[in-house]
Nanobody, 122 residues
Framework: QVQLVESGGGLVQAGGALRLSCTAS????????MGWYRQAPGKQREWVAT???????NYAGSVKGRFTISRVNAKNTVYLQMNSLKPEDTGVYYC????????????????WGQGTQVTVSS
């Protein structure tokens, strides 16, 4: 069974930094894109950043220049370095991976982590 586990959330003052990690484990054949989403209280989940297996990245406009997504393929791990944090960055951050589980059917499925809370105080 495939599992994604995030870590690194917490409480930080505005202007501070946090680094989130997410590791995929279980019977995995391959991992394609990995990304981060977030959900603020009372709002819909929104996309934050994506990184391909080859290392190409994309960012939401609201975080571009402040957040950096990276990954270590050998560890099935994706990171999100968040700098210059703002109160509006507060929310639950979810990791997502489009991956192929081990088995005879080479199909790509999206998997999600349980989320990690990030709170930025003003």
């Amino acid at each position: 069974q495939v599992q994604l586990v995030e870590s690194g959330g917490g409480l930080v003052q505005a202007g501070g930094a946090l680094r989130l990690s997410c590791t995929a484990s279980g019977s995995i054949s391959s991992i394609n894109d990995m990304g981060w989403y977030r959900q603020a209280p009372g709002k819909q989940r929104e996309w934050v950043a994506t990184i391909t297996s080859g290392g190409s990245t994309n960012y939401a406009g609201s975080v571009k220049g402040r957040f950096t997504i990276s990954r270590v393929n050998a560890k099935n791990t994706v990171y999100l370095q968040m700098n210059s944090l703002k109160p509006e960055d507060t929310g639950v951050y979810y990791c997502c991976a489009n991956l192929v589980p081990a088995g005879p059917r080479l199909l790509v499925y999206p998997y999600w982590g349980q989320g990690t809370q990030v709170t930025v105080s003003s």
